[in-house]
DNA sequence: GTCTATACACTGATAGAC
DNA sequence: GTCTATCAGTGTATAGAC
């Protein structure tokens, strides 16, 4: 209960959080939410399977933590772009550009993958399906506002904008796919090819 | 033994596989791979669990024999377009309205998902991401040669045709999953998205 | 060709020792 | 905070009757 063993504490309950989280995500990720085990997740993370349970409800409990984290963590970058300063084409252009970027890092693919998972075998989880669907809509509310902005300037190609949204959007999970599949075609895919779909 | 009995047995027999066939393709789009159950998909057919393995040999046969099917008929459609007479560009530009027409049509999207399935999850189930990598290289032994004409031409933009043909088919991919989830959205998308993708 | 009943393995989750 | 042992539930696959 002293000040230094409260500190050790933290830390080492932080460095297995750290270490189940991560071994989660790549296990969801390769074998899909009903195919991973706990028992998998756990010898993955080098841990008990008891120790899991320590920091997790449930396995629903822990792919839901890794869905959300993972749409957090793509909406903050939205929001990012969505106030940067320059013409809503620019920013849509500097926010391809990122995608490409982070796309291609394996963790960041993993992501996408587990967001992917939860839309197309959510139907076995509860609830899961409605709660990314309305997660998700977050994204068009910050979006849709810069793409009609861009077809009033004339860059985007006119018709319905939430479409277009949804195209990019659409472009971008098939992209994490790719990746996902490691065949070595990422280095030629442009952030031009993903503002294309716009015009 | 009369000719008569014996087609009455192959009737019955066809009409017991697509049952199971079409119940099975909706089960394992809706919950992947392992979250799909046997018992699920005789119920969906209509008939019991142990008839469905009198069809197939096991679960993972099942999941086999869709993923094949799946990959065989966009192959097929595949050839018809290289085949096709007009210029490259006019036969990628021909590709993209079927396959936007087809997209929609609830069941051509199931099997996108299957496809995706089988890429997201396959890790499971052994061999299957070999073989389906291996089938889908043919889509890009077709594709690529299309795409070079079309660069030399000047209509697709240059770089390797590769990755464009990646690019186009993930885009494909990431529109099927948006279909799948019946948001209402794909009226707005276009032929020309995807072929904008490759200028 | 179709069904019911059942064997056997595996998984998610809990309890309790250290 | 971490582990081992264990239970109840469920899933694949098979056997045998009709």
Chains 1, 2 share one sequence.
Not at 48 to 67: I, N
Request: cysteine-free.
């Amino acid at each position: 209960m002293s000040p230094r063993g409260k500190e050790l504490n933290e830390e080492m309950r932080a460095e297995a959080l750290t270490k189940i989280e991560s071994a989660a995500l790549e296990v969801f990720a390769h074998y899909g939410y009903h195919g991973a085990t706990m028992r998998h997740i756990a010898q993955a993370a080098g841990v008990s399977q008891g120790l899991v349970y320590h920091y997790f409800p449930s396995k629903e409990d822990t792919f839901r933590h890794l869905v959300d984290s993972a749409v957090a963590e793509s909406l903050e970058a939205m929001r990012l772009l969505v106030s940067a300063p320059g013409t809503a084409w620019q920013r849509i252009e500097t926010y391809a550009a990122l995608v490409i970027e982070t796309l291609f890092q394996p963790e960041t693919s993993l992501r996408f993958v587990i967001m992917l998972q939860a839309l197309t075998q959510g139907a076995g989880v509860p609830g899961l399906l409605d709660h990314v669907a309305e997660t998700t809509e977050a994204y068009y509310d910050l979006f849709v506002p810069l793409i009609e902005e861009a077809q009033r300037s004339g860059e985007a190609a006119p018709g319905d904008p939430r479409a277009l949204a949804a195209a990019f959007f659409s472009f971008i999970q098939g992209l994490a796919t790719l990746v996902f599949q490691r065949k070595g075609l990422e280095k030629g895919i442009t952030p031009r090819m993903l503002t294309n779909i716009l015009r």
